[in-house]
């Protein structure tokens, strides 16, 4: 259904409806638009009490309008940026059946423009129109439906203190409240106290008088006795494992735990993963059926901080320069239980060469760690060159040598005093028989040697020279 009126229409139906507003554009209205617009159009029944709508001038957009639809008896309750919408320039025109409604058109500044009203409320549409470009788009709607699980309590325990609270504004609202036990109220929220168990039939009869609609909404409201709740689970757990609660006996009902550092949980059964000892401290639970809350239950739970071994940093030690008791003696702290790399089991370990060690240790809550250390054998570089020796077979310093330890390679040479080559050799473990140019001597005062290069396993440098003469 089409309708081009530039006057206010009501527009009612049966069933539900989708009703577009369209901007014409193209010089129509008295407008050079080249591109129209077109809006939904909210309901009067989606008022809203308070509404925020921004013009824009983007776009180039010359012209910008509000519109607004209230109730006309809600003319004088309704402000437009801080000032009464009939002092304003709006021009104000009745609307719908025996003119119930006006509607108000705005000229306004881009910005942002704020509608309240005091009374039942307002719909509203911000639109304006370019040369090349126009806009329009609704103020939102109110969308509220009444659910009885909302405004009627489930139920509650036996000679407890019930909350009613429709949270539903007076006097827009009017309320009759019938609460199955011979009582009734007309206030939107109150207290109430029922005296015997059983299931009540709880009855609102809501009335808005705004728009003159009704509805009926009705609910069982149990009353019970408070019941008891039993916790499950482990209540002391290493740090890093997983705090594991229950509460039984309670079918039907839905929980709440509270816990420290504000923890909360709807869960019947939570679980806290990777728990640390800050979590420690008590945990409690209610269970709620139909609105009756248990006795709370507490358990205490206590999460033991991760055992510290320490093997200290990795080390060396030289087995032959130190003696027995000097070794290094590993020693993780005091704890219940060790474990060795080599499966012994005393409280300290003690190194005998290199390696990589490695402990596990259990504290006397049954709480597990590791801790490992490296431990190099180095010993430092030591060698001794002699400057004579008798080679003449007498068994006593026959052969020439370089007496060390940790030499990895090593070159030596031997020369006359006219610097003559008389031996040379690249073994570490080279040994010089005192003979040259196949003339052996029975003393030989070494006139000159010299070591090359030599490495070590520290790597500090070996070198020297002897010019004795």
Request: aromatic letters at 10%; a negative charge.
């Amino acid at each position: 259904m089409e309708y081009k009126r530039s006057e206010a229409t009501y527009i009612s139906a049966s069933r539900p409806v989708a009703v577009m507003q369209y901007l014409i554009g193209s010089n129509c209205s008295g407008y050079s638009t080249g591109d129209p617009s077109m809006v939904l159009l909210n309901s009067v029944e989606q008022i809203r009490d308070t509404v925020t709508l921004y013009n824009s001038s983007f776009e180039d957009i010359t012209e910008n309008y509000i519109a607004i639809i209230t109730k006309t008896s809600d003319v004088p309750l309704t402000t437009f940026d801080g000032q009464l919408l009939q002092n304003t320039n709006a021009v104000i025109e009745p609307a719908g059946p025996n003119g119930a409604f006006s509607y108000a058109i705005l000229s306004v500044n881009t910005g942002a423009h704020t509608i309240i009203s005091q009374g039942c409320g307002v719909i509203a549409m911000a639109y304006g129109y370019g040369y090349v470009e126009s806009y329009a788009y609704g103020g939102g709607a109110s969308f509220k439906p009444l659910n009885a699980k909302s405004l009627i309590p489930e139920g509650g325990c036996l000679n407890d203190t019930l909350g009613f609270n429709t949270q539903l504004p007076e006097p827009r609202y009017s309320f009759l409240w019938d609460l199955g036990d011979g009582t009734s109220s007309t206030s939107a929220s109150f207290s109430h106290v029922y005296t015997s168990l059983g299931a009540f039939k709880v009855t609102l009869y809501l009335t808005d008088n705004c728009l003159n609609l009704h509805d009926t909404l009705t609910r069982d409201v149990l009353i019970t006795l408070r019941q008891a709740a039993t916790i499950s689970g482990d209540p002391e757990l290493c740090e890093g494992g997983t705090i594991q609660l229950g509460v039984t006996d309670l079918p039907g009902a839905r929980f709440e735990w509270t816990g420290p550092g504000g923890y909360f949980s709807e869960d019947q059964y939570p679980a806290i993963g990777n728990a640390v000892p800050a979590q420690s401290g008590p945990y409690s639970v209610i269970g709620i059926i139909s609105g009756c809350a248990t006795y709370p239950a507490t358990a205490t739970v206590q999460v033991y901080p991760t055992p510290q071994p320490e093997l200290g940093s990795d080390d060396i030690f030289c087995p032959i320069d130190d003696p027995v008791d000097s070794l290094p003696v590993l020693y993780p702290g005091n704890y219940s239980a060790y474990e060795w790399q080599d499966g012994s089991n005393a409280p300290a370990y003690h190194v005998q060469e290199e390696g990589l060690y490695r402990v596990i240790v259990t504290d006397e809550n049954g709480c597990i760690a590791a801790d490992s250390v490296f431990i190099r054998e180095i010993c430092p570089t030591l060698y001794y060159i002699p400057n004579v020796f008798s080679p003449n077979d007498d068994g006593i310093n026959d052969l020439f040598e370089i007496a060390g330890r940790d030499i990895q390679s090593m070159r030596l040479s031997i020369y006359d005093r006219w610097g003559g080559l008389m031996f040379e050799s690249d073994d570490v473990n080279a040994r010089w028989d005192g003979n040259t140019r196949a003339n052996p001597s029975t003393l030989v005062c070494i006139p000159g040697w010299h070591i090359l290069a030599a490495s070590t396993k520290t790597g500090r440098p070996l070198s020297k020279q002897n010019t004795d003469r």
